[in-house]
């Protein structure tokens, strides 16, 4: 019995307890909770120091003749353990701003739950198959969220997220079986095919596969893990899907589910296909660059301001790609970092952005001004999200992108010009962000937000405060995931695989 299947049964019982009728928004905040405590306990267990994966659960689901064994197992290591962390905090933060009178509440909270499941289940999965069912499973109930709870043009952002997503999931999903069904014919594999993300890594550290198949395999898993990323060009699905989507479900799939890519990208594309990377990087480099750079661009012209998140949150994907690229200890590092400091920032913006359309009524950023008298903890917690995202230094954000621009200068193969204009793109990003500071919270004021209340309460201040503590401190030491993380990515890098 491993700790690990707590995170799984936890939602999974909070859900059936919510579909048996017992109240909807109590027992997803108490399953939350729980989850993000046994996440802490689980953090506590953690031995940073060793490499390989801890804490694991394995067991054979499936193992019919002919077709490649599928088990069900779980694991931790320094690469998805503050993932994990991200998933429980996000969740918790998420499911206490969504309000508790929401239509057809059991519904609402019993897909927040699933999605929480779902992102927990990929990050934590070492076997294939249930890494990418997991993921699945966290979809649906965000395209149900979009367009049953969410706001204007909720049906077209349903639609487009739906259309969009799953054509990723399904050229995923070729890339995967190819991956499994092909690399063991194409370098002679004597055993059978499994979905074994250990077994199938422990084969390929002796035997890679050839650059032909390897360039097949990385085109299709790049498409699908880059859809899912909403990498440009294939981005236009995320802003409108966040700007319409309720802010618990913004929160939790901007800040943790479209994770799964990047992770992805670490896990399983750059450890076993790594030549493909190098036969596509120009194609790479072109489409980070179009990340940070137009989508940036189309950000600041927006001029609502969920919109405005929308594109921010694609436009941070760049940077990871970044990493991703410079593929050294420094570089995917600073990658898993950002994702857990982005995945905090975004969740808090959203959630706060949220909070002024309900109170307001408005989206728009003109037509709003001079909050931050009326309306203090949110207009103080608004800024720190936004500092946070333009990498303000002692704010989570700052170490990651650090990180990556470091580890990208330091390998050979980026051209510098490259990480030069990627670097710019910071400029880009203090201009939209402070921008809508400036015309949401100062200036003057309509009459007409008079009488906006504030957050008053602990209780609705708390979830912001989880994320703003989180923030500050992983700012302030960000050793607290380094220490754990790089030694796991040194192991990567070395053909452990893990």
Same mark, same amino acid.
Request: charged share 10%.
């Given at each position: 019995?491993?700790?690990?299947?707590?995170?799984?049964?936890?939602?999974?019982?909070?859900?059936?307890?919510?579909?048996?009728?017992?109240?909807?928004?109590?027992?997803?905040?108490?399953?939350?909770?729980?989850?993000?405590?046994?996440? +802490?306990?689980?953090?506590?267990?953690?031995?940073?120091?060793?490499?390989?994966?801890?804490?694991?659960?394995?067991?054979?689901?499936?193992?019919?003749?002919?077709?490649?064994? +599928?088990?069900?197992? *779980?694991?931790?290591?320094?690469?998805?353990?503050?993932?994990?962390?991200?998933?429980?905090?996000?969740?918790?933060?998420?499911?206490?701003?969504?309000?508790?009178?929401?239509?057809?509440?059991?519904?609402?909270?019993?897909?927040?739950?699933?999605?929480?499941?779902?992102?927990?289940?990929?990050?934590?999965?070492?076997?294939?198959?249930?890494?990418?069912?997991?993921?699945?499973?966290?979809?649906?109930?965000?395209?149900?969220?979009?367009?049953?709870?969410?706001?204007?043009?909720?049906?077209?952002?349903?639609?487009?997220?739906?259309?969009?997503?799953? *054509?990723?999931?399904?050229?995923?999903?070729?890339?995967?079986?190819?991956?499994?069904?092909?690399?063991?014919?194409?370098?002679?594999?004597?055993?059978?095919?499994?979905?074994?993300?250990?077994?199938?890594?422990?084969?390929?550290?002796?035997?890679?596969?050839? *650059?032909?198949?390897?360039?097949?395999?990385?085109?299709?898993?790049?498409?699908?893990?880059?859809?899912?990323?909403?990498?440009?060009?294939?981005?236009?699905?995320?802003?409108?899907?966040?700007?319409?989507?309720?802010?618990?479900?913004?929160?939790?799939?901007? /800040?943790?589910?479209?994770?799964?890519?990047?992770?992805?990208?670490?896990?399983?594309?750059?450890?076993?296909?790594?030549?493909?990377?190098?036969?596509?990087?120009?194609?790479?480099?072109?489409?980070?660059?179009?990340?940070?750079?137009?989508?940036?661009?189309?950000?600041?012209?927006?001029?609502?301001?969920?919109?405005?998140?929308?594109?921010?949150?694609? @436009?941070?994907?760049?940077?990871?790609? =970044?990493?991703?690229?410079?593929?050294?200890?420094?570089?995917?590092?600073?990658?898993?970092?950002?994702?857990?400091?982005?995945?905090?920032?975004?969740?808090?913006?959203?959630? *706060?952005?949220?909070?002024?359309?309900?109170?307001?009524?408005?989206?728009?950023?003109?037509?709003?001004?001079?909050?931050?008298?009326?309306?203090?903890?949110?207009?103080?917690?608004?800024?720190?999200?936004?500092?946070?995202?333009? /990498?303000?230094?002692?704010?989570?954000?700052?170490?990651?992108?650090?990180?990556?621009?470091?580890?990208?200068?330091?390998?050979?193969?980026?051209?510098?010009?490259? $990480?030069?204009?990627?670097?710019?793109?910071?400029?880009?990003?203090?201009?939209?962000?402070?921008?809508?500071?400036?015309?949401?919270?100062?200036?003057? @004021?309509?009459?007409?937000?008079?009488?906006?209340?504030?957050?008053? $309460?602990?209780?609705?201040?708390?979830?912001?405060?989880?994320?703003?503590? =989180?923030?500050? +401190?992983?700012?302030?030491?960000?050793?607290?995931?380094?220490?754990?993380?790089?030694?796991?990515?040194?192991?990567?890098?070395?053909?452990? /695989?893990?």
């Amino acid at each position: 019995m491993s700790p690990l299947l707590l995170l799984l049964i936890t939602p999974a019982v909070g859900i059936v307890l919510i579909m048996a009728k017992a109240p909807a928004k109590p027992i997803a905040a108490l399953a939350a909770a729980l989850n993000f405590f046994v996440s +802490i306990l689980i953090l506590a267990m953690f031995d940073g120091s060793r490499t390989g994966y801890q804490l694991m659960f394995s067991q054979v689901w499936a193992d019919f003749a002919g077709l490649p064994t +599928i088990t069900f197992a *779980l694991g931790i290591d320094g690469i998805n353990a503050p993932l994990m962390f991200l998933a429980t905090s996000v969740t918790l933060a998420a499911i206490m701003v969504s309000p508790g009178d929401v239509k057809r509440s059991s519904e609402f909270f019993a897909y927040l739950l699933l999605m929480s499941l779902g992102a927990l289940g990929a990050f934590l999965s070492l076997d294939l198959f249930f890494f990418f069912i997991f993921h699945e499973f966290a979809l649906i109930p965000t395209f149900l969220l979009v367009g049953i709870w969410g706001g204007q043009n909720r049906q077209f952002a349903s639609m487009q997220m739906t259309l969009y997503l799953m *054509l990723g999931s399904l050229v995923l999903l070729i890339g995967i079986l190819f991956l499994v069904l092909l690399v063991p014919w194409a370098t002679q594999w004597k055993v059978a095919a499994t979905f074994n993300l250990m077994d199938i890594q422990a084969h390929l550290a002796r035997y890679p596969v050839p *650059l032909g198949w390897q360039s097949l395999i990385f085109g299709f898993l790049a498409l699908g893990f880059g859809t899912l990323i909403s990498v440009f060009p294939l981005h236009s699905w995320a802003p409108a899907g966040y700007a319409s989507a309720p802010p618990g479900a913004a929160m939790l799939h901007a /800040g943790v589910l479209k994770k799964f890519g990047i992770y992805g990208f670490i896990r399983v594309v750059l450890p076993l296909v790594p030549e493909g990377m190098e036969y596509w990087q120009n194609l790479f480099y072109l489409m980070l660059l179009g990340n940070i750079l137009v989508i940036g661009y189309v950000a600041v012209a927006q001029r609502e301001l969920p919109l405005m998140l929308g594109f921010s949150s694609v @436009m941070h994907m760049g940077y990871m790609f =970044l990493g991703l690229a410079a593929f050294n200890t420094i570089g995917l590092t600073g990658v898993v970092f950002l994702m857990v400091a982005h995945g905090l920032s975004a969740a808090l913006l959203f959630g *706060l952005a949220g909070e002024i359309t309900r109170r307001c009524g408005e989206t728009r950023m003109d037509e709003l001004g001079g909050l931050a008298k009326q309306m203090p903890f949110i207009a103080t917690a608004f800024i720190i999200g936004s500092l946070a995202s333009v /990498g303000m230094p002692g704010l989570a954000n700052f170490a990651g992108e650090i990180m990556i621009f470091f580890g990208a200068f330091g390998q050979a193969g980026i051209p510098k010009w490259v $990480t030069m204009i990627a670097i710019a793109g910071i400029i880009i990003g203090a201009i939209y962000q402070l921008r809508a500071v400036s015309r949401v919270l100062y200036g003057p @004021m309509p009459e007409r937000y008079a009488h906006v209340k504030d957050l008053d $309460t602990l209780v609705e201040q708390a979830p912001y405060l989880l994320l703003i503590g =989180l923030l500050f +401190i992983l700012g302030f030491a960000p050793g607290l995931i380094i220490s754990i993380t790089e030694p796991a990515v040194k192991s990567l890098l070395a053909g452990g /695989g893990l």
